[in-house]
């Protein structure tokens, strides 16, 4: 692989995503030698002018570097997008830069940069596709497993190869090798197993739970995630609730918008659909510039009163629904 290339990895399919960066990761590793060195940064979190004196001053330790930066879709200002741009129009040599984005795209000028055999987008998959990834996991390990209980792992994980590959690896732990699998086997032991998540956080409070969504906040900070990390997480559903409540206004609601979207597991249209119920378009609006402004308010009053702001934001979030009486049918 040649040095001085620029990537763009971007969209929601994390598994496959991450598979292809692995894959340019290993390629650098063969051809240095193994003396790769690695950096990673997060828009929105680093400075980008440090970001680019990174990559303008050349390693010390190695001759071969990988720099990934992540939320690019966050680059936004010109004098950020102009130093990137300036970057990308002329890569150092000893230099592969990777921009990775859950979103279908970042800035324009910073996709017209990258070469076109440079750009991937990471589509979901289809529903036929999850379905044969589920059922030829388990049947690999060694346990036959029904339709409905396919069904069910897709139901109840998130919608990418990257969360069924952790879930399912962690259910065969606890699944009898050569018993065949229903979905009464799966749904009890998800129950168990799941870990909760800002995806998790989101469904409580799609479905205006909260008692249950304080109770998924206390255990996402009692595991040591990040109040950062936990509203980037409700950023990224909130702007999907947002494509969807458009999908639903301007009566384009159809399986097709909703792949595009980023939304064809049936689990992850329900919570919209329940969300949609609760917000309209211009309440989205207001939770994600609430969003905002608790990153702001998290990240200057340091972790003493993370438990308080973290429940205050959730009350909030919870309060502002647009109009929780019924609305349109918003379900497909």
């Not at 897709?154 to 259910?171: F, I, T, W, Y």
């Not at 458009?246 to 097709?256: A, C, E, K, M």
Request: hydrophobic share 40%; proline share 2%.
């Amino acid at each position: 692989m040649s040095a001085g290339r620029n990537y763009l990895y971007i969209g929601p399919e994390i598994g496959e995503r991450k598979d292809a960066i692995d894959a340019i990761r290993t390629a650098l590793k063969k051809s240095s030698g193994g003396q790769l060195e690695e950096h990673s940064f997060y828009a929105g979190e680093t400075r980008i002018g440090d970001f680019a004196s990174v990559l303008m001053n050349a390693s010390l330790f190695s001759e071969t570097r990988l720099v990934l930066l992540k939320n690019a879709e966050l680059v936004k200002k010109k004098e950020d997008v102009d130093q990137i741009a300036d970057y990308l129009a002329s890569p150092a040599d000893d230099t592969t830069l990777i921009l990775v984005s859950d979103e279908t795209s970042i800035d324009k000028r910073l996709e017209a940069a990258i070469p076109k055999d440079g750009k991937r987008v990471f589509w979901e998959m289809f529903e036929d596709r999850k379905t044969e990834w589920v059922s030829s996991f388990f049947k690999r390990e060694g346990f036959p497993i029904s339709p409905d209980a396919v069904e069910s792992v897709l139901e109840l994980v998130e919608n990418n190869s990257d969360a069924l590959r952790q879930e399912c690896g962690r259910l065969i732990l606890f699944l009898e090798k050569g018993k065949r699998i229903e979905a009464e086997d799966i749904e009890r032991l998800l129950s168990h197993t799941r870990e909760e998540s800002a995806f998790t956080l989101f469904s409580r409070i799609a479905a205006g739970d909260l008692e249950k969504a304080l109770e998924a906040v206390r255990t996402l900070l009692a595991a040591k995630e990040a109040p950062v990390q936990i509203l980037a997480g409700l950023a990224w559903c909130f702007r999907r609730l947002s494509d969807y409540v458009y999908l639903v206004d301007s009566g384009r609601l159809n399986d097709f918008e909703l792949r595009k979207a980023g939304l064809s597991s049936k689990k992850a249209q329900r919570d919209y659909a329940t969300a949609a119920r609760r917000y309209d378009a211009a309440a989205v609006e207001r939770c994600v510039a609430l969003l905002a402004e608790y990153d702001v308010t998290l990240r200057a009053s340091g972790s003493a009163l993370e438990d308080t702001l973290m429940d205050l934001f959730v009350y909030k979030l919870i309060a502002d629904s647009g109009n929780p009486l019924a609305r349109a049918d918003y379900r497909l």
